[in-house]
């Protein structure tokens, strides 16, 4: 069974940065698009960013040129890079792989308060 396991969350402050990871059980190729999702409290779960299997990403508007998603196969990790972290960027970050079968994470808690 595939597993996916997110890590690098926590508690920041406004401007600061994060980089959330995501730990695939099998080989990132096995999937056509890796996804990191949010979902903040009273609000339904927004996709952020995407990485194909080609490599061509693309970012929800509200965090484009701030987040970049990237992976390595050879560890068969993805990784989320947030900078200039604001407020409503505080949420449970969810790692998705998407193929035959759709697979998610646990999720990380990102807080970013003063």
């Known amino acids: 069974q595939v597993q996916l396991m997110e890590s690098g969350g926590g508690l920041v402050q406004p401007g600061g940065s994060l980089r959330l990871a995501c730990l695939v059980s099998t080989s990132i190729f096995n999937f056509n698009d890796m996804r990191w999702y949010r979902q903040a409290p009273g609000k339904q779960r927004e996709l952020v960013a995407t990485i194909a299997i080609s490599g061509v990403t693309n970012y929800a508007a509200s965090v484009e040129g701030r987040f970049t998603i990237s992976r390595d196969n050879a560890k068969s990790v993805v990784y989320l890079q947030m900078n200039r972290l604001n407020s409503e960027d505080t949420a449970n970050y969810y790692c998705?792989?998407?193929?035959?079968?759709?697979?998610w994470g646990q999720g990380t808690q990102v807080t970013v308060s003063s």
């Open positions: 998705n792989a998407e193929g035959s079968r759709s697979v």
